[in-house]
Structures are given as structure tokens and as C-alpha cells.
């Protein structure tokens, strides 16, 4: 069955038609009359949650944590670009929520989805997300090591922390309290060629609100962006996926890893002969 | 108190794009600090949204931004420029109402394609608050309004400095397409030569100083005939407003010391001004911050009765200070118009000193912080209080109280120690219980005339009488009253 017709399925089965706090089902329930009604409730769901903004905070206080970072570096460096934020799709759309709530689902075990409309808000852990896309492989690892500090560190250390820190740990938690890393992940364990760090924050004051946050350089967001389009998106329509394709789209990331590897060998010896 | 932090990159921006001319959009952007602003963002989301659903606007979309310097990555049709900054702390201690009374008029104003979108101190100083910065007298103006389009002239009386002529312009501006409306200054035309000529330049597009030469020869002639030119050309009804009249009397005053040759040159300018008045139903407005007929008595020997026209039955409008429904409300709207975010303890501080019943000290006051705030980027409370110390020494705002008091007041000196005292005694109580209104008239029983000395007081001074008790309508006005009545010398 396609992901379209899990969908449908899902909506059709699954959606809490009528009950308190949702639609009733529409006067003529065609497959795409029910997908709208449903796609909406889950917009105005997830607006109300308010998880925008909580995501907007948390970005907030990462600018100010990465802004101490950017002070730091050589002054000669600080004119180039250490990183931007990537400023598409911070809210996951109605139709990924759907896509997601059935991709975990299986159509003819006649339970329902794991995932369930009443909890997808705070069961998903990207439901808000944003990138930081940074220049050199070495700049990951800096902002990396900056966001998990507060969160490693014995509370009597926190004191000794950035003013940006502190306040990032005073006002969220991150869930494990570290980023996980795709980017060293050993051959035998990698499914996709993706690699990025990946963290979720909550509020203090809302822990079932999580926001993903994400840190790739530059190639690896390329990257990103190109499989998403030749691969992941016709996946997901369920069209079939050449094999040879898969093959070189994966090995493009290597590649791709490979000279962001080569830049930073780069970017460390010319430091070196500078003295800085 | 602190200037708003603008440097802040990210935010939630409410994006405007005219559905009509594509080109024309206004951003506001909520700048966000961390988790304790989420609260604020909320409100301010169902704040808004709601107020576009109820009134059906067009165009408006949420994004969140990064860097408002490269907005338009988030959509080509937003510019930086266009992007209208706050805080979402300014927001975080406020019910949905008060969000609502702040931020609806500025949807509101967006919608209309206003430039200007809340009032600012800066901005009312020294001139006539119009567009935004007239705040709200809305009843009075469509009350006012109404009178003229029944045919009714006024003279609407208030001392300097409270908004009289802004409410003439504001008048002005709604009676536009019903009305033909002349507007005459005496303060900057005050003498029948000049006021004449100025009529008729504005009516031939002749220039000042020649009209002026035509005037001078026979001021009552020009003003009667371009008048009558004026009323005769247009098919609308004429209203000529008139900003100061006793400018007019004093001109005449200077330039003839002869009281018999002083009252026909008076009467025959006000007769200039009534005959097309009444020969055309043209209707007049005159503000003043003197009382004229009580000038025209004491220095002419002339009564109302004696006098032309419309000018014999002419009745007064005082004017009281604005009675606000949400005074902190409207306070924190001219705190965000001026860039300037209250810090703890300020917004108390400011409630308990200063409103805008009485707006140009008020404005004057903040004016004044924030020239301060921008040298010193922060000020404490006990700063704005220094401040305020020295604004109520030095300010000028309120003279015209002393200059009704000690020179107009109706029967006299005495009576006018007998106002002093019963304003000193209202300013020694706390500001929301004032005295009895039964203690006011005990004090005013020993003198003569006390029901219209009673009257003048009320009318004069921003006092007001609800419940059975006579207060302040102005926290400035109090401090104001008691900084004059200090005994000891620092």
C-alpha cells in the first residue's frame, strides 16, 4: 500500500470523527474531503500548542550562545561565515504529521497507529525543529560542544559557563542531555547517508513540548537537500527507487564528508602558520 | 527604564501585503529573548488572529525570522524597512484585553495603510497632535460634529496646553466632505488686517503681503467679501474655525490705546465675520484658551448682547481633560510608540505620576525620559523620579493655570485663594479619594458669587466630581499643584 493510501486508511479508520474537540465527519466524505478536514484540525492543533514558539525561544537563546561563539573566534576569521540559520520549515506540515503517524502504522494488523491524533503533539520529537547550517566541520563540533556543556557539566561548574549558556539551562532541558551524532557514526550502523547532530529541547515550563534541533555544515545540508528531493520524496510518494541511485547518493555524502575533512585540515594549517 | 532592544535577531513577524497594490506591506516584529517571552508570543498570536478573522482583514501572515535584516528570505515581498520592531516582553504582564487595546488600532492602522502606527513622545511636542497622536476624544469630536451638521456654533474653552486646537483639527478632518472649512489662527494673525488677509490669500491664492495691502485699507471690507466669495463658490455649508480670538482683541489692544476706538475696531471685525456667517448658515468654532466674552467685558465694557450676530448667542463648550477608559493602557501604547520598555517597578511608578488626561505634559514628561534613556541607555525608577522632580520645577506646561487663576479668575483674588485652597486640600488626599464635594462648597460658601466661582473651578482646573466626591482627573496635575504649593526651600 502506498504512504497516500495508509493515509487515507488512517484518516478514515483512525481520525476521532466527532468526538469532544474534533470535527465532525464531512456531509460527503470523499477520501479527499476527509484528508482536508483532518489536515486542518491538525494545523490548528498544532497552533495552539503554541510549540512555534517555543521553538522561536529556543532560538533565541541558541543566537546568543552562538553569537559568544562567534566573539571567540580569531579576529581576522570573524568577518566569514560561521553559520546561519537555515530558515525553512520550522513547523512539520499537516501532511508529514499524517505521513508520519502512518509510516509507523500497519494497515492490516488492525490496531490502531502508535502514534495517535489525541498525543502526536507531544509523542513527536520534531514536530517544531530548525537547522543551524555552520561553515567548517570544526565549527559543528564548537557549537555542539557549546549547546552540551550545560547539560554535562556538574551544577557547581555552571557558574564558569557563558552568560548564554546559563540562561539556555536555566530556561530548557536537553532530552539526554547531548546532540546525537550522525555525522561520526560508523559505516555498519549508518542506514542513509545523512549526517548531522541532532538534539531535542523542551521547555522547564512544558517538558512534552520538544523542538529538534539540527547542526550540519554546509555540504552536509546540500547534501541534505538533494536527497531529499531525488530520493526521499519519491520514496515517500511510493515510487520505486533504482538501486544504483541509492548507491551514488549515498556515496556522495561520504564524498561530501570527505572534503569538508579536507577543509578543515585546510582551515587548521593555514590557523597554524598565522599563529592563531 | 530601558530603550527597546532592536539588536535582538529573532522574532515572530505579523507580515502585512496590500492584497490590492502588492507593493505596499508593513511588518511588526515581536523580537524574542527566550522561554520567558513563549507566554507573551501566545496571547499576542490569539490576540491578533482573532481581531483579523472578526474584522475580515486581508493579507496578514506569521513567520518566524531570524534576521530581520534578510526578511525577505522568509517572503520576496517583505523588506526590511518596512519592519516595525517590539519586544514580546513588552507584552508579558498583560491580560488578552489590555493586548487587545494595544495592538487592535494597530492592526487596524496597518489595514488603513497608515505610516504612523502608535503615538510617540517625540512626536506631539510643540505642535498640535494629529493622525495618531491625537488620542482618544472620540466621543467629544462625533458629539461636537453632530452640533454643526444641526447648525450649531461654539466656543469650546480650556486652558493652553489641553488639546484644543488638535480637537479642531481633528474636527476639521471629519466634517471635510460635508463641510467647506476655513480654519483662521489669530495667535499667528492678530490683527484684522492680517486675519483678513489672510482669508482672502487663502481664498484667491493671492499672495500674503499683497492681500494684506488690499486688507489694510479696509480689513472688514476684505474679510466680509471673501468670506461671502468663499460661502458663494462652494456648495457646501461654510464652518470657519478660530483658534485664539483673544489674540485678535490684544492686537487691536496694542495698536490702539483709545478704548472707544479699540471697541468699534472689535465690533467691526466680529460684525466682518457675522454677517456672511448668518447670511450664508455658515457655522463658527472658536477655541480659546481665555474666555473672550469675559475679556471682551472687562477691557471693552462690552456684554454678549451687545455684540454682532452669532457672536450675541454663542454658547461655551469647556473642554475637560481626557477621561481615558484604560489609562495604562493608552500609557504603555505611547511607552511602545517612543521605543521605551518599562523595566520592574516603572509601569507602578508611572501610574502613580503621570497619565494622559492632561497628553502635552504627559508627552513633554516622557519626551524628556527619553532624551535621558538614550544618553544613558537604562534609568532606574529613583531616576525617573529626579526627573520628574526636575521636570515639575521647570515645566511650563501648566502655567496657563496659574495665569487662569491669578489673572481670570471670576470675582477676584479673593475667591481665587479660596480655589487655591480647595485645590490644595483635593491635592492632600490620595489621588482616587479627593474630599467630600459637600467640604468644596463649605469652603466656597463665605465667597460671593460661589456658584459661579464653583462653576469656573470645574470648568478651569482638571477636577471632576463622581460619587459625592471631588478629585483630580490628572496624577501629573497633582504632583504639579503640590510641587507649586512646597513650603520649604531644598
Redesign the interface.
Known amino acids: 500500500m502506498s504512504t497516500d493510501g495508509k493515509i487515507e486508511a488512517l484518516i478514515k479508520e483512525h481520525f476521532p470523527w466527532g468526538q469532544d474537540g474534533y470535527p465532525a465527519r464531512p456531509e460527503h466524505p470523499t477520501p479527499e474531503a476527509l484528508k482536508e478536514t483532518a489536515r486542518e484540525w491538525i494545523r490548528e492543533r498544532v ?1 495552539s500548542t ?1 510549540i ?10 541558541i ?1 546568543t550562545v552562538l553569537t559568544e561563539l562567534e566573539r571567540q573566534l580569531p579576529e581576522i576569521e570573524r568577518p566569514r561565515l560561521f553559520y546561519r ?1 537555515d ?1 525553512s520549515h ?1 513547523l512539520k506540515s499537516p501532511e508529514s504529521i499524517l505521513d508520519k503517524i502512518a509510516r509507523d502504522w500497519d494497515p492490516t494488523a488492525a490496531t490502531a497507529p502508535k502514534i495517535g491524533f489525541d498525543d502526536f503533539h507531544t509523542a513527536m520529537d520534531d514536530l517544531a525543529r ?1 537547522r543551524i547550517v555552520v561553515n567548517f566541520l570544526s565549527d559543528a563540533e564548537k557549537v555542539c560542544s557549546k549547546l552540551e556543556d550545560p547539560y554535562k557539566c556538574s551544577p557547581a561548574d555552571l557558574v564558569s559557563l557563558s552568560p548564554g549558556q546559563q ?1 539556555l539551562h536555566r ?2 532541558a536537553l532530552h539526554n542531555h547531548s546532540l546525537e551524532d550522525s555525522i561520526l557514526r560508523a559505516p555498519e550502523k549508518r542506514v542513509s547517508g545523512e549526517r548531522c547532530r541532532k538534539g531535542i529541547f523542551s ?3 512544558n517538558r512534552g513540548l520538544k523542538v529538534e534541533i539540527q547542526i550540519q555544515t554546509m555540504l552536509q545540508e546540500a547534501w541534505d537537500k538533494k536527497d531529499h528531493f531525488l530520493i526521499y520524496e519519491p520514496r515517500r510518494r511510493g515510487e520505486p527507487i533504482d538501486g544504483a541511485d541509492s548507491i551514488e547518493i549515498y556515496a556522495m555524502s561520504e564524498l561530501l564528508y570527505v572534503a569538508d575533512l579536507t577543509f578543515d585540515r585546510l582551515l587548521d594549517a593555514i590557523r597554524r602558520r598565522r599563529g592563531n | 527604564m530601558r530603550l527597546r532592544n532592536e539588536n ?5 513577524a505579523l507580515a502585512w501585503v496590500d492584497k490590492n497594490r502588492q507593493a505596499k506591506t508593513r511588518v511588526v516584529l515581536f523580537l ?7 507566554s507573551a ?2 496571547a499576542i ?1 490569539r490576540v491578533c488572529d482573532n481581531w483579523i478573522k472578526q474584522q475580515g482583514y486581508q493579507g496578514f501572515s506569521w513567520h ?4 530581520p535584516g534578510q526578511i525577505s ?2 517572503d520576496p515581498r517583505l523588506f526590511s524597512a518596512d519592519i516595525r520592531r517590539f519586544e514580546a516582553c513588552e507584552f508579558r504582564d498583560l491580560s488578552e484585553d489590555q493586548i487587545e487595546i494595544l495592538l487592535n488600532p494597530l492592526i487596524d492602522r496597518i489595514c488603513a495603510g497608515e505610516s504612523e502606527l502608535l503615538p510617540r513622545a517625540g512626536a506631539a511636542v510643540g505642535a498640535p497632535a494629529e493622525g495618531v497622536q491625537f488620542l482618544n476624544r472620540t466621543a467629544e469630536t462625533n458629539s461636537l460634529a453632530s452640533m454643526i451638521r444641526q447648525g450649531e456654533s461654539f466656543f469650546i474653552r480650556a486652558p493652553r496646553r489641553t488639546g484644543k486646537t488638535s480637537l479642531m483639527r481633528r474636527l476639521q478632518e471629519l466634517l471635510l466632505s460635508e463641510f467647506s472649512v476655513l480654519s483662521l489662527n489669530l495667535e499667528r494673525d492678530p490683527t484684522p488686517a492680517e486675519a483678513a488677509a489672510r482669508v482672502r490669500s487663502t481664498l484667491t491664492g493671492e499672495g500674503f503681503q499683497v492681500a494684506l495691502r488690499s486688507a489694510r485699507q479696509d480689513s472688514a471690507a476684505v474679510l466680509s467679501g471673501a468670506l461671502n466669495s468663499i460661502c458663494e463658490g462652494s456648495e457646501k455649508p461654510l464652518v470657519l474655525f478660530i483658534d485664539e480670538l483673544v489674540s485678535l482683541f490684544n492686537g487691536i489692544k496694542s495698536a490702539d490705546p483709545d478704548e472707544g476706538l479699540r471697541r468699534a475696531a472689535t465690533l467691526s471685525f466680529l460684525k466682518a465675520l457675522a454677517d456672511p456667517i448668518a447670511a450664508h448658515e455658515a457655522r463658527v468654532v472658536i477655541a480659546g484658551s481665555v474666555d473672550w466674552l469675559q475679556y471682551l467685558e472687562s477691557e471693552l465694557s462690552a456684554r454678549q448682547s451687545d455684540l454682532p450676530g452669532i457672536f450675541s448667542r454663542l454658547q461655551p463648550i469647556p473642554l475637560k481633560p481626557l477621561d481615558l477608559e484604560h489609562p495604562e493602557c493608552e500609557l504603555r501604547r505611547l511607552l511602545m510608540g517612543s521605543e521605551l520598555v518599562p523595566e520592574a517597578g516603572d509601569v507602578n511608578w508611572l501610574a502613580e505620576h503621570i497619565d494622559l488626561a492632561l497628553p502635552f505634559p504627559a508627552v513633554k514628561f516622557l519626551d524628556q525620559v527619553l532624551a535621558d534613556v538614550k544618553n544613558r541607555s537604562r534609568i532606574t525608577t529613583q531616576e525617573l523620579q529626579s526627573i520628574f522632580d526636575l521636570f515639575l520645577a521647570q515645566t511650563e506646561s501648566f502655567a496657563d493655570f496659574n495665569e487662569h487663576l491669578n489673572r481670570h479668575c471670576p470675582t477676584g483674588s479673593m475667591a481665587a485663594d479660596v480655589v487655591a485652597g480647595v485645590l490644595s486640600e483635593i491635592a492632600s488626599h490620595p489621588f482616587e479619594v479627593g474630599i467630600e464635594n459637600e467640604r468644596v462648597k463649605t469652603i466656597f460658601a463665605r465667597t460671593d458669587q460661589k456658584d459661579v466661582v464653583y462653576q469656573w473651578l470645574y470648568d478651569t482646573f482638571p477636577i471632576t466630581s463622581k460619587d459625592g466626591r471631588t478629585r483630580f482627573m490628572s496624577h501629573l496635575f497633582q504632583h504639579w499643584w503640590n510641587s507649586q504649593m512646597r513650603a520649604e526651600v531644598r
Do not use: M
Not at chain 1, 512555534?52 to 537563546?61: F, G, I, P, S, W
Not at chain 2, 535582538?8 to 515572530?12: A, D, P, R, V
Open positions: 497552533r503554541g512555534e514558539n517555543v521553538a522561536l525561544a529556543l532560538q533565541a537563546r543566537e540559520w530558515p520550522n530548525f540562561a530556561e530548557f521547555p522547564h515550563s | 535582538l535577531k529573532t522574532g515572530k524574542v529573548q527566550g522561554a520567558g517571552d513563549i508570543l501566545n498570536d518566524s525570522v531570524a534576521d528570505l522568509v
